[in-house]
């Protein structure tokens, strides 16, 4: 029997921008309970909402100070109450954002532990005495700004380790007292009913017990990505991480039917050790490679079959196209090729996470130099690695600021330009949409057990074209995508029977000849054989 996480899909909600209902600009928990609705006729299985918890906004929620609580601008506890309760009552399960690897630096354990060397928190972050030469203890640098990853502390004299920014103070999984207090959050939560959560950085969470220096990066240059020059040998992924993603599965495996899905950018023969020996890991560590291959078919075949071949037995596999950190999809692959990617993306074997607004085919918004939020942005100005292109609010309609918030209110971030066009309302009126697409292709993989179950096996394809197979029992479905913007033919294996076209991207089902099937340019073809 597979579980919901495995056969269902994962939507992701960026909370800030999903729908504002109190008219302060800023999405919140009462406007994501309005919307369950949407959620459930587009026909996902689980929400995923980024952080909600109070947070002085460092870095928009991912910097926690109290991991129990709600922030007043997402709305209350009896909020997220109503949430968890009217998401169940819509079938669909909810799943919160865990941020293990660092908390704010107002969080009541970071200023205790700040306080003094001899405080009994203390030891629950990452304090060092500095170097020899009174620098820095290491050459660990920060994701963000590229800097040293390590503050000097002016009080107590020593330096604390922050991965990314000075707000965000590292903690000390080794120190069991803080283990112990972060794993009674996810028994908060899972006692009211949560179904899980995706694990902020969960590779980083054990950094190198004998604090060795990072590597340099040889292909490092002049205008690239500053964090990126060493190699995070000794501050991500370290062997430890075994112990971080057992100890959080013992709490989950104390309930039922729990999901934890790890944030963990690795290639895949490093990224399914996170299931665990005897996978009694992480029951999905992320599979961001799709956003990190090029968008060709040959390369996405060679990437999919290296992670079915690299998966451990009995391993789930998981897809991933966008999220909150990354640009958006049909800005990526652009909107032509945006349903395609959607359809490959939904029909892969594994569980599919949803980007919100990329049902709409949603682009990366403009932000102007005076609307930038990122602090990221703010760091590295002008590198393309700010985020707020892709934490734009959703365009529910065409009225000014598209239903997100009152035509009155100025938005955290703009609206996209071609959100009178670009919204659910119009898309939901035009059988052609990308919207009503994406419904009928969730719709048919939840009632096709070959597409949210079946084997793999990639099928003889070239010239831009990817084709493979998904069996189930005696169920066989082919997806045949073109990913060019030229029309291209492929051609049927030889001995097919009869074949039916189940859903195209295209207007029309392409007629197949003999053994040959027309693909318009940038077509997706499922096929019943
Ligand atoms: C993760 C989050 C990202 C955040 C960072 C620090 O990568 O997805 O948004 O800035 O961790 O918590």
């Known amino acids: 029997m597979s579980s919901w996480w495995q056969t269902g899909i994962v939507y992701q909600i960026y909370p800030r921008s999903f729908q504002d209902s109190n008219g302060d600009g800023v999405g919140?928990?009462?406007?994501?309970?309005?919307?369950?609705?949407?959620?459930?006729?587009?026909?996902?299985?689980?929400?995923?909402?980024?952080?909600?918890?109070?947070?002085?906004?460092?870095?928009?929620?991912?910097?926690?100070s109290?991991?129990?609580?709600?922030?007043?601008?997402?709305?209350t506890m009896a909020d997220m109450d109503r949430l968890i309760q009217a998401a169940h009552d819509h079938n669909l399960r909810l799943i919160l954002d865990f941020v293990p690897n660092h908390t704010s630096n107002e969080h009541p354990w970071f200023l205790e532990s700040r306080s003094a060397r001899d405080n009994p928190k203390r030891d629950w972050y990452i304090w060092r005495d500095p170097a020899p030469d009174g620098g820095p203890p290491t050459n660990w640098l920060s994701r963000f700004d590229g800097q040293s990853a390590w503050e000097w502390d002016a009080q107590t004299e020593q330096y604390y380790l922050h991965s990314f920014l000075a707000e965000q103070p590292d903690?000390?999984?080794?120190?069991?007292?803080?283990?112990?207090?972060?794993?009674?959050?996810?028994?908060?939560?899972?006692?009211?009913g949560v179904d899980g959560f995706r694990i902020d950085v969960s590779y980083r969470a054990m950094k190198d017990a004998q604090f060795r220096d990072n590597p340099p990066n040889p292909n490092w240059r002049e205008g690239m990505d500053p964090a990126k020059r060493v190699i995070e040998?000794?501050?991500?992924?370290?062997?430890?991480?075994?112990?971080?993603?057992?100890?959080?599965?013992?709490?989950?495996?104390?309930?039922?039917?729990?999901?934890?899905?790890?944030?963990?950018?690795?290639?895949?023969?490093?990224?399914?050790?996170?299931?665990?020996?005897?996978?009694?890991?992480?029951?999905?560590?992320?599979?961001?490679?799709?956003?990190?291959?090029?968008?060709?078919a040959a390369a996405v075949r060679d990437l999919i079959e290296m992670y079915e071949a690299a998966l451990p037995h009995g391993a789930w596999p998981n897809w991933v196209l966008g999220n909150h950190d990354q640009h958006r999809i049909a800005s990526r692959v652009g909107t032509a090729q945006a349903r395609v990617a959607m359809l490959l993306l939904l029909?892969?074997?594994?569980?599919?996470?949803?980007?919100?607004?990329?049902?709409?085919?949603?682009?990366?918004g403009e932000i102007a130099p005076e609307q930038v939020q990122d602090p990221w942005e703010k760091m590295v100005?002008?590198?393309?690695?700010?985020?707020?292109?892709?934490?734009?609010?959703?365009?529910?309609?065409?009225?000014?600021?598209?239903?997100?918030?009152?035509?009155?209110?100025i938005p955290w971030l703009p609206l996209n330009a071609d959100s009178v066009i670009v919204n659910v309302a119009s898309q939901q009126d035009d059988p052609d949409s990308m919207?009503?697409?994406?419904?009928?292709?969730?719709?048919?993989?939840?009632?096709?057990?070959a597409l949210n179950q079946g084997r793999y096996h990639s099928l003889p394809a070239r010239d831009g074209v990817l084709a493979f197979a998904r069996q189930h029992g005696a169920q066989t479905i082919w997806v045949v995508l073109n990913m060019t913007g030229e029309a291209k033919s492929w051609t049927l294996p030889d001995d097919v029977?009869?074949?039916?076209?189940?859903?195209?991207?295209?207007?029309?089902?392409?007629?197949?000849t003999g053994n040959a099937l027309p693909l318009h340019p940038n077509e997706g073809v499922i096929l019943a054989v």
């Open 28 to 64: 919140d928990l009462p406007g994501i309970t309005q919307r369950l609705d949407y959620l459930q006729n587009l026909g996902v299985d689980a929400v995923w909402i980024s952080p909600i918890y109070p947070s002085p906004m460092a870095d928009f929620g991912y910097d926690v």
């Open 66 to 75: 109290d991991y129990c609580g709600i922030h007043p601008l997402f709305g």
């Open 435 to 449: 919207l009503r697409f994406t419904q009928k292709l969730i719709q048919l993989r939840r009632e096709t057990a």
């Open 233 to 296: 040998t000794y501050t991500r992924n370290t062997p430890d991480i075994e112990h971080f993603n057992r100890w959080l599965r013992e709490v989950a495996d104390e309930y039922d039917d729990r999901v934890l899905i790890g944030e963990i950018n690795l290639p895949p023969h490093e990224l399914v050790k996170h299931y665990g020996r005897s996978l009694n890991g992480l029951h999905l560590p992320f599979n961001f490679n799709l956003i990190f291959t090029p968008w060709d």
């Open 171 to 192: 903690v000390n999984w080794r120190n069991p007292d803080l283990r112990a207090a972060m794993l009674d959050v996810l028994r908060f939560w899972f006692d009211k």
């Open 381 to 409: 100005p002008g590198l393309g690695l700010g985020r707020d292109p892709e934490r734009t609010p959703m365009p529910w309609t065409s009225a000014v600021n598209a239903g997100f918030c009152p035509p009155n209110i």
């Open 497 to 512: 029977g009869e074949t039916a076209v189940l859903l195209t991207t295209a207007s029309n089902p392409p007629i197949i």
């Open 347 to 364: 029909t892969l074997r594994g569980t599919p996470t949803l980007y919100y607004g990329d049902e709409l085919g949603l682009l990366d």
